[in-house]
């Protein structure tokens, strides 16, 4: 079964930490998201890796292939970072589904 | 209003009753999928479309109905709701020339009593 891990479930932060929240899956893919969702429940997109790393202001996102393993980091972190942070997969051979990990809640105390 | 929308964004209904839930998108995007969210789950796919008429389940279509008879729209029926439908329906959009970012829509929550 094609499956999406992360870790930890919870995280809870204080402001200015480095934050690193991990994804691992099961079989090879074709590209990996990262996704934020809101506490008012809204989604949006922050990376698609496919290889390597991304960097966008504070957030990092790296892949490694091999290892089937991927991480977002988020330097000097804030409380606005609060958040739900999902991962999700689109695994080799399928029509362009995604495959959702239970997503990491992140909470950052000022 | 440009994007992806949602109606409604809450709905309670009783069991048996069928209910719709619309989604509209304005950038013409060729993909489009319905997800549910589930408190213990991550976000599953019910139903995606790829283009206008064409439509495939997702993990988790039984008791769900779709239909695109327009690019910009992709409505979702319960033809007779349940109480384990009660969940968190997100409704998303993807340019299949532009790379593979999904746009989600705000989401409609929906209890069935």
């Known amino acids: 079964k094609n499956e999406v891990e992360q870790s930890p479930q919870n995280l809870t932060a204080q402001e200015g930490e480095f934050i690193t929240i991990n994804c691992s899956y099961s079989?090879?893919?074709?590209?990996l998201h990262w996704l934020q969702q809101h506490p008012g429940g809204g989604i949006v997109s922050l990376f698609m890796l496919s290889s390597g790393k991304k960097k966008h202001g504070r957030l990092i996102a790296t892949i490694n292939i091999q290892e089937k393993h991927s991480s977002l980091h988020i330097t000097a972190s804030h409380p606005r970072d609060s958040a739900v942070y999902i991962c999700?997969?689109?695994?080799?051979?399928?029509?362009?589904?995604?495959?959702f990990g239970k997503g990491t809640k992140l909470s950052v105390k000022p | 209003d440009a994007g992806i929308t949602q109606s409604p964004r809450y709905k309670i209904t009783e069991t048996g009753r069928q209910v719709t839930l619309m989604c509209h998108q304005t950038w013409s995007h060729s993909y489009m999928f319905w997800y549910r969210q589930d408190l213990g789950h991550g976000l599953r796919l019910i139903y995606y479309?790829?283009?206008?008429?064409?439509?495939d389940k997702g993990e988790v279509p039984d008791g769900y109905v779709v239909s695109r008879s327009k690019t910009e729209n992709f409505p979702l029926t319960l033809e007779s709701a349940t109480r384990s439908q009660t969940s968190v329906y997100f409704c998303?959009?993807?340019?299949?020339?532009?790379?593979?970012?999904?746009?989600f829509g705000p989401g409609t929550r929906l209890l069935v009593l």
């Open positions: 998303a959009s993807l340019d299949s020339n532009g790379g593979e970012t999904q746009y």
């Open positions: 479309s790829a283009a206008a008429d064409i439509t």
């Open positions: 999700a997969v689109r695994f080799r051979g399928s029509q362009g589904n995604l495959i």
């Open positions: 079989v090879g893919i074709s590209a």
